[in-house]
């Protein structure tokens, strides 16, 4: 059988750079040889799969032709221990005592604080008035990850938030282990994230658990077996954590931000939405729930610009997809991205539209994957959603907010869709609330 059309690129390197580099490259690879096609990345040969079909087939079929991996830069910074990694029955274990932190119970007592810190910030840009938004977001959504994951107050501001930036900037790039390189430092933030957080654990082990953050219930948390986790599982299993909970999020949420301000109708929708609850009263989980057009909005934020373009398998028996083999030992990377643009499901996939997503009107499964999808669907998907449309109801309840003019706009795909000149914008209380 015919391995899948394409080029293996560069020897060595391969199609990394481009890859890495260039936003548009696997639509453009689409575009010139289909759904499905071999390049070379990060060392290993490599098939792009695409579309409702692949995903199901990669997604459904873990542990049987495919087992989780990631770019050699991912997995040296994660470590191995963290449940991004970790496969087969381990993989199930570890994931039913995390998901302790993430159940609905869990969730519930997370309310609180995540909407303390989302007014602080508010009132704070309302102050500012201009600002490029980005940077802030990402100060933001650290201080509430830091709270409510680890039980630490204004985490940006923290020797962790520090060394936390340095970390995220190498988690895909090219491995090279020298001290100037962005792999190189990132693994140096590391070693200073993992030494900040065996403090904070350990005094969280000699304190009495407040339960009110995800630390203390992974700490408290046993397997069927009875045992809890050990000191080097939870520093990674934290780490992990703190950047599902922060980077993908930062990235969602300052999506929203600047859909919201290029679509005002959408925005007027919402706000129409917001006035039937009473804006005095704190938001409950009951509350959020019944804000359905939001509901809708947030979907179609994810779709457009989903902050994790696809997910990378190892092939670990050889199979067949489309007419093509996959060889045992080459590496496969389903599409998101790519998944939420086709036209036969999405049509007219470049435009924004919540109603896409309007209760009579639900996607095929598998055609939108902004978490993955079958066992190792995104364990922190709740926590995410809740946070997104906690900040997104108490925004545009109270604040409006404008794109200041002359920036570039266009998307930065690496580690996270963001704006590339921070997207700057003008930020205000709304007449009705002055």
């Not at 998901?99 to 102050?127: C, V």
């Not at 005094?203 to 009495?208: E, N």
């Amino acid at each position: 059988m015919a391995l899948p059309p394409g080029s293996f690129g560069l020897p060595l390197i391969g199609d990394t750079i481009n890859f890495l580099q260039d936003s548009q490259f696997a639509k453009k690879r689409q575009q010139q040889y289909g759904n499905i096609f071999k390049t070379s990345i990060f060392g290993q040969p490599t098939v792009f799969m695409c579309g409702q079909e692949a995903n199901l087939f990669v997604l459904s079929n873990e542990n049987q032709y495919f087992a989780v991996t990631w770019p050699p830069s991912t997995k040296a910074l994660l470590g191995p221990l963290s449940l991004a990694l970790q496969t087969g029955a381990n993989h199930q274990n570890r994931r039913k005592l995390l998901y302790q932190a993430f159940q609905p119970r869990a969730l519930a007592g997370y309310i609180g604080g995540m909407e303390d810190i989302t007014q602080r910030y508010l009132e704070k840009w309302a102050i500012m008035e201009t600002m490029t938004w980005y940077p802030e977001l990402k100060n933001y959504t650290f201080d509430v990850a830091g709270k409510l994951l680890v039980g630490i107050d204004n985490g940006s501001e923290t020797a962790l938030g520090h060394y936390f930036e340095t970390f995220s900037d190498g988690l895909f790039s090219i491995p090279l282990d020298v001290p100037w390189t962005r792999f190189g430092q990132a693994k140096n933030g590391r070693k200073l994230l993992l030494a900040e957080l065996e403090k904070i654990i350990r005094d969280r082990q000699q304190g009495t658990p407040s339960g009110k953050d995800a630390l203390s219930l992974l700490i408290s948390a046993r397997d069927d077996e009875g045992n809890s986790l050990s000191l080097d599982e939870l520093k990674d299993q934290v780490l992990l954590l703190l950047f599902a909970g922060h980077e993908t999020l930062t990235s969602a949420i300052a999506s929203f931000c600047l859909l919201l301000a290029q679509n005002p109708h959408v925005m007027a929708k919402v706000r129409a939405e917001q006035q039937q609850f009473p804006a005095t009263e704190p938001l409950t989980l009951e509350q959020l729930k019944q804000m359905t057009y939001l509901e809708q909005v947030m979907r179609e934020v994810l779709r457009l610009v989903p902050p994790v373009g696809g997910g990378f398998r190892q092939v670990i028996n050889a199979c067949e997809f489309g007419g093509y083999e996959i060889p045992k030992g080459w590496m496969v990377l389903y599409q998101i991205n790519q998944t939420h643009q086709d036209s036969a499901v999405y049509p007219e996939p470049d435009r924004f539209d919540p109603d896409r997503f309007s209760s009579d009107r639900s996607p095929k499964p598998f055609s939108y994957v902004p978490f993955g999808g079958g066992l190792r669907e995104c364990l922190g998907k709740e926590f995410a959603r809740l946070e997104m449309k906690l900040f997104a109801a108490k925004i545009v309840r109270e604040f409006e907010w404008e794109l200041l003019p002359d920036q570039d706009l266009n998307l930065i795909r690496v580690p996270t869709p963001h704006p590339r000149d921070g997207l700057r914008v003008k930020f205000r209380r709304t007449t009705m609330n002055r």
